[in-house]
């Protein structure tokens, strides 16, 4: 009885603490893991549903030298910071939403984007990782990635392009 | 005619508390290190795959350890020092001895930055006199049988008991 006296007398500070704890934390993780632009590639996906952490941990398995990481983030990161854009090396996007992004993206093989999922057979790549909404999906590659004259950026999307 | 003097913090009774002060301060000094060391560590294992459930063993791990010791700092260690500076003024300043049989009243107060006490009156032949005396006391007081009590600053210091 008294330690729960003593503990809601103090609430205000336990609460505190979580807070200041989580804060804290989640800065230090996300500091902890990540890794220059030069050393990373990211990709953006705007698409239903996707398995981030398991899709970046399948691709960094065949991870290419010169590259600590791969980061994988649903399109939220890009509607919270429209700076992300010009940052991110691939991105999956839905035929519908291909227009608002005019001009930000770099052609790949000669072309605007790469079909990624096609509805009409229902085939696409990395089906075990993303779930695809009714519409096409192209992936294209940031006209600011950092690894499109390496050739890694590219490397990544190939690999992308392969998973099942 | 006195009776024998039972002093409400014996020597023991102070060499057990400051122990008991080091104990916890030490206790919560190795967990908050521990603590630490182990959310380096998750951070520092963190991998792509690992690394969610990592930042929520760390959250999980710092926010107990955390409230732990906020506990322990507020409601042991630094209660525990209050008590012991109260108990240290008690054995030192002068003594005043007030006759009277010692009755706990409901009336406890929180005095700023020291000890919670207990208001008693002293019930003797005489007018009803009051004293206070540290809650953590109060009881033993009460069922020592005391016949009268000495007081520093109003604060039972000591009690008689008939020899």
């Not at chain 2, 206790?27 to 792509?48: K, P, W, Y």
């Not at chain 2, 710092?62 to 409230?67: E, F, H, M």
């Not at chain 2, 007030?98 to 406890?108: F, H, I, S, V």
Request: charged share 20%; with cysteine.
């Amino acid at each position: 009885m008294k330690f729960l006296k003593n503990v809601f007398s103090q609430l205000h500070t336990f609460l505190l603490w979580a807070l200041v704890s989580f804060l804290v934390w989640s800065w230090i993780f996300t500091f902890v893991n990540d890794a220059p632009a030069a050393q990373k590639v990211t990709v953006y996906c705007n698409v239903p549903a996707i398995e981030d952490t398991a899709l970046a941990v399948k691709l960094e398995e065949h991870l290419p030298e010169g590259l600590k990481m791969i980061q994988v983030h649903s399109f939220d990161y890009v509607m919270f910071d429209t700076g992300t854009i010009d940052q991110g090396d691939i991105f999956i996007l839905p035929q519908s939403a291909i227009e608002d992004y005019d001009g930000q993206f770099s052609p790949i093989a000669g072309q605007e984007g790469t079909l990624i999922y096609d509805p009409a057979t229902g085939q696409g790549a990395a089906m075990s990782y993303i779930i695809y909404g009714d519409e096409p999906y192209y992936l294209f590659l940031g006209a600011g990635s950092v690894h499109l004259e390496d050739g890694l950026a590219q490397q990544i999307a190939q690999l992308l392009l392969t998973l099942p | 005619m006195t009776g024998k003097i039972v002093e409400l913090y014996s020597d023991a009774d102070l060499a057990r508390l400051e122990r008991r002060i080091w104990r916890w301060r030490m206790g919560l000094l190795v967990l908050s290190a521990a603590a630490l060391i182990a959310c380096i560590v998750l951070a520092a294992m963190a991998s792509t795959g690992t690394a969610k459930q990592m930042e929520l063993s760390a959250i999980v791990v710092s926010t107990l350890a955390g409230w732990i010791v906020i506990y322990g700092s507020m409601f042991i260690v630094t209660a525990g020092r209050r008590e012991l500076a109260h108990a240290q003024m008690l054995r030192e300043e002068e003594r005043t001895r007030q006759e009277g049989k010692p009755a706990l009243t409901g009336q406890r107060v929180r005095i700023k930055k020291s000890i919670v006490a207990r208001r008693i009156e002293l019930r003797g032949a005489g007018p009803v006199r009051t004293a206070m005396v540290s809650e953590n006391r109060a009881k033993a007081l009460e069922k020592a049988g005391a016949t009268a009590v000495y007081t520093v600053h109003g604060y039972v210091a000591a009690y008689e008991v008939a020899s």
